[in-house]
């Protein structure tokens, strides 16, 4: 039923007022959501943003409206992403919180025949519940199965429907048979508008640690670039100082008549390396002679105990074969 006059009027004043008000919207499709799960949606939301629904020319026409009377608002680029069952929402907050309370909002729904199937559906292995007369049923199905106390047990997991696919009557029968409701449906994000800005939705997905992550990845790849072509730079400069100091210290390794503070602890090493063998863990054993003898006697102990047991052929020597 077409909306009357004045209720046009009033969704048309209602949308104008949004786009004025918020400044970042989603682009949500919302196949398969009914009145009442957007109804929860909208709760959920208290505070946060604000769900506009509406028929796309009509939508269309607001938007075409509201630049006509504000020719430098940005919200031109919404008007050609207006295509299938699409909404709003609205928000002037943080886009990752509402991305949560929408994605929050789901619910498991079956397979219906006909319909396009959002994810793979897998059929796990194990007892059906279905008496052996239907045996047939999953055959026609080519699912392998075997009859285990009375009841028809699948044999492996299945790849029933992959993504994409139509759901088939007997695909759709057979999940409504075991009783597995494999989709789940709600507001689904396909962009994010920001002022002004479109893209799409997979943006937020990088998060700061991807971020640092790749400018990292950037960053190397920048001073590798650098110290090949011989050019520096500001991410290059650490690693040409380290090359540097590593040329003047072998040159000065082999000078008997000069040296530098640096290069004494190399030095050193290199006449007598037995002077850094204890470095690493001998901090703290020149006070405790007593209780290593104390215990390295358990030790010797242990092995009086073992060293019969050894000898299994007889002889008096228990450490020869």
């Known amino acids: 039923m077409p909306l009357s006059p004045e209720r046009k009027a009033e969704y048309f004043d209602r949308m104008k007022e949004l786009l004025s008000t918020y400044s970042k919207c989603f682009v949500v499709e919302v196949d398969n959501v009914g009145s009442n799960q957007l109804q929860k949606t909208r709760q959920g939301l208290r505070g946060k943003g604000e769900i506009l629904m509406g028929k796309n020319t009509m939508m269309r026409k607001v938007l075409k409206e509201y630049v006509e009377e504000n020719p430098e608002a940005p919200q031109e680029a919404l008007i050609e992403i207006l295509r299938g069952n699409v909404g709003f929402v609205f928000t002037n907050g943080d886009l990752?919180?509402?991305?949560?309370?929408?994605?929050?909002?789901?619910?498991?729904?079956?397979?219906?025949?006909?319909?396009?199937?959002?994810?793979?559906?897998?059929v796990p292995k194990g007892p059906t519940g279905c008496d052996p007369g239907q045996t047939a049923f999953f055959q026609t199905l080519q699912i392998a199965t075997k009859i285990t106390r009375g009841q028809i047990e699948i044999v492996n997991d299945i790849q029933l429907i992959d993504e994409g696919d139509k759901v088939t009557a007997s695909q759709a029968a057979l999940l409504q048979k075991l009783e597995i409701s494999p989709f789940t449906?709600?507001?689904?994000?396909?962009s994010v508008y920001d002022n002004g800005s479109l893209f799409d939705a997979k943006v937020l997905d990088i998060t700061d640690d991807v971020l640092a992550a790749k400018f990292s990845e950037a960053l190397q790849t920048l001073a590798s670039l650098s110290l090949a072509i011989g050019h520096p730079t500001q991410a290059s400069v650490p690693h040409s100082i380290a090359n540097a100091f590593k040329v003047v210290l072998s040159v000065t390794i082999g000078l008997d008549n000069y040296t530098f503070d640096k290069a004494e602890t190399y030095k050193e090493y290199l006449k007598d390396?037995?002077?850094?063998?204890?470095?690493?863990?001998?901090?703290?054993?020149?006070?405790?002679?007593?209780?290593?003898?104390?215990a390295a006697e358990p030790e010797a102990e242990e092995e009086e105990m073992e060293a019969p047991a050894v000898d299994m052929f007889g002889g008096d020597d228990g450490g020869d074969y």
């Open 273 to 294: 390396p037995s002077k850094f063998a204890g470095s690493g863990g001998g901090g703290g054993g020149g006070g405790g002679g007593g209780g290593d003898e104390a």
């Open 96 to 122: 990752g919180e509402v991305r949560q309370v929408l994605e929050e909002n789901v619910r498991p729904a079956p397979a219906r025949v006909g319909a396009i199937a959002p994810c793979n559906v897998i």
């Open 185 to 190: 449906y709600g507001l689904k994000l396909q």
